[in-house]
T-cell receptor, first 119, second 112 residues
Framework: GAGVSQTPSNKVTEKGKYVELRCDPI?????LYWYRQSLGQGPEFLIY????????DSGLPNDRFFAVRPEGSVSTLKIQRTERGDSAVYLC?????????????????FGAGSRLTVL | QKEVEQNSGPLSVPEGAIASLNCTYS??????FFWYRQYSGKSPELIMS????GDKEDGRFTAQLNKASQYVSLLIRDSQPSDSATYLC????????????FGKGTKLSVKP
């Protein structure tokens, strides 16, 4: 697609429920990133995919969070047993390259985000 | 832990003035540096990227990088009310690490 598409744009759920957030990256972008942004904070890195595999999942806060990208395009972020502290805007971004190659390092394009509210 | 530090502001400048935004980072091997602008309720959008020491100019924007001091800045000349937003500094590590580390952002307000 022309841009990074995220669905849903808004999700309200109850504590303890399961949530899936979807990201459709720019066509041809091999790298895909998930970030989480709370009010007044910068985006916090969660996980990064290069193709189908998670190249770096060091930002996932705990084992309730999981993400997949089975065909190297669309990705789903899954949150189990949601807690109120999970409330945030979840941002997805994609880029052409995921590796730092000096001056040609990739540039991230962000989607509009999915606002998650856990009651 | 790799960190990116920014003054959260708000930074208030009059229309037409120069706005100066600063950022420091902890990872000495960082190779790539970015400034993103984020309007309230919107997602970040890239303004500038810089990879080498010195200045890089693009229109009213100038990014400055000093790797020895682990410092990167953004200057906005002839500031406009439409520049009012939060400016996020982002740093990418060296080697094969792919993710960007963001600062908390500096909120800029340009007064007419």
């Amino acid at each position: 697609g022309a841009g990074v598409s995220q669905t849903p744009s808004n999700k309200v759920t109850e504590k303890g429920k399961y949530v899936e957030l979807r990201c459709d990256p720019i066509s041809g972008h091999t790298a895909l990133y998930w970030y989480r942004q709370s009010l007044g904070q910068g985006p916090e890195f969660l996980i990064y995919f290069q193709g189908t595999g998670a190249a770096d999942d060091s930002g996932l806060p705990n084992d309730r969070f999981f993400a997949v990208r089975p065909e190297g395009s669309v990705s789903t972020l899954k949150i189990q047993r949601t807690e109120r502290g999970d409330s945030a805007v979840y941002l997805c971004a994609s880029s052409l390259k995921g590796r730092n190659r000096g001056s040609g390092a990739n540039v991230l394009t962000f989607g509009a985000g999915s606002r998650l509210t856990v009651l | 832990q790799k960190e990116v530090e920014q003054n959260s502001g708000p930074l208030s400048v009059p229309e037409g003035a120069i706005a100066s935004l600063n950022c420091t980072y902890s990872d000495r091997v960082s190779q790539s540096f970015f400034w993103y602008r984020q309007y309230s309720g919107k997602s970040p959008e890239l303004i500038m990227s810089i990879y080498s020491n010195g200045d890089k100019e693009d229109g009213r924007f100038t990014a400055q990088l000093n790797k020895a001091s682990q410092y990167v800045s953004l200057l906005i000349r002839d500031s406009q009310p439409s520049d009012s937003a939060t400016y996020l500094c982002a740093v990418k590590g060296g080697g094969s690490q792919g993710n960007l580390i963001f600062g908390k952002g500096t909120k800029l307000s340009v007064k007419p």
